[in-house]
């Protein structure tokens, strides 16, 4: 099955798997060229475009040996799949508890927002 016709969770869960494993050429790869990434609650983008996302992903997956994303739930409705995530090892080893909505065209993310907040440990 091409990556085009693989429905919206495959996406997501295969992307999922690329970002633990660092792999940044397979992580850009579920995403479109023109992908824009966002922080939900303040419309700021984090990354606008497939390089800038490549720069932002690459640095943080250089910088953090130990991040991880553990998926707690996950909803999907036609192309948008949205993920309550647990994310450890952030940012000098910060936990994250994050909702992610993204947005799949054609096998390829075109559009995610997040909510996040830092953990309390």
Known sequence: MSQSALPAEAVLQRQMEAYNRRDIDAF?????????????????????????????YGRRFRENPNLHLQVQTRMVLDNVVVDRELITGFDGGSTVEAIAIYEVRNGLIERASFIRRYAAV
């Open 28 to 56: 850009c790869a579920f995403f479109a060229p023109n992908a824009v990434t966002r922080l939900y609650e303040n419309d700021e983008v984090l990354a606008e475009g497939i390089e800038a996302l490549r720069d932002l």
